[in-house]
């Protein structure tokens, strides 16, 4: 499976933008899809997941009612439409990926996925 990510930007704050990451390959071979976000010196941390095969999404505290997760199937593309965006929101976003179930309505971490997109930079100025 190989995932490519667009749509970062620079963007000043209560700004939108929104992401996309189009899978090719193997798509039956990822179960759960998402979004993670790292800053320079930080670990990658989860924002959003939506489970393939039905749907229930959930996001991190601090972008949910702000940042949408979102798929479509017929084009193997998920999206990430992020509103009202802060300057804490900016980070390299990845899309990523995991074959296998996992319990629904949870943080996913980085170890539980088995493939990443190549990262796309959002910037949200003050």
């Known amino acids: 499976v190989q995932l490519q990510a667009s749509g970062g930007g620079s963007v000043q704050a209560g700004g939108s933008l929104r992401l996309s990451c189009r899978f090719s390959?193997?798509?039956?071979?990822?179960?759960?899809v998402g979004w993670f976000r790292q800053v320079p010196g930080k670990e990658r941390e989860f924002v959003a997941r939506?489970?393939?095969?039905?749907?229930?999404?959930y996001y991190t505290p601090s972008v949910k009612g702000r940042f949408t997760v979102s798929r479509d199937d017929a084009k193997n593309t998920i999206y990430l439409q992020m509103n009202s965006l802060k300057p804490e929101d900016t980070a390299v976003y990845y899309c990523?990926?995991?074959?296998?179930?996992?319990?629904?309505?949870?943080?996913?971490?980085?170890?539980?996925?088995?493939?990443w997109g190549q990262g796309t930079l959002v910037t949200v100025s003050s």
């Open positions: 390959g193997r798509t039956s071979n990822s179960n759960t």
């Open positions: 939506i489970d393939w095969s039905s749907g229930p999404t």
């Open positions: 990523a990926a995991r074959r296998n179930r996992i319990v629904a309505f949870a943080t996913l971490t980085p170890d539980q996925i088995d493939y």
